[in-house]
């Protein structure tokens, strides 16, 4: 059986966690920005956890992760 390949898109969008959950960065960050409040920009840094909902299908498109 050959090896499965990892996604590479999703390798770079996503990393995972120690405990095994999954993170992802903030969207609406990268440009249109002047218009965007400062509080807004603000709360958009960081780092979030991938919804439950789509957990599943990331793992399948990261099998060795």
Known sequence: MPKMKTKSG??????FRAS??????????RHI???KTTKNKRQLRGVANVDV?????????????
């Not at 095994?20 to 960050?29: D, E, H, N, T, Y």
């Open 53 to 65: 909902t789509n957990v599943a299908s990331i793992r399948t498109m990261m099998p060795y992760a």
């Open 33 to 35: 920005l002047t218009k």
């Open 20 to 29: 095994g959950s999954i993170k992802r960065s903030q969207a609406f960050k």
């Open 10 to 15: 999703a390798a770079k969008r996503f990393k």
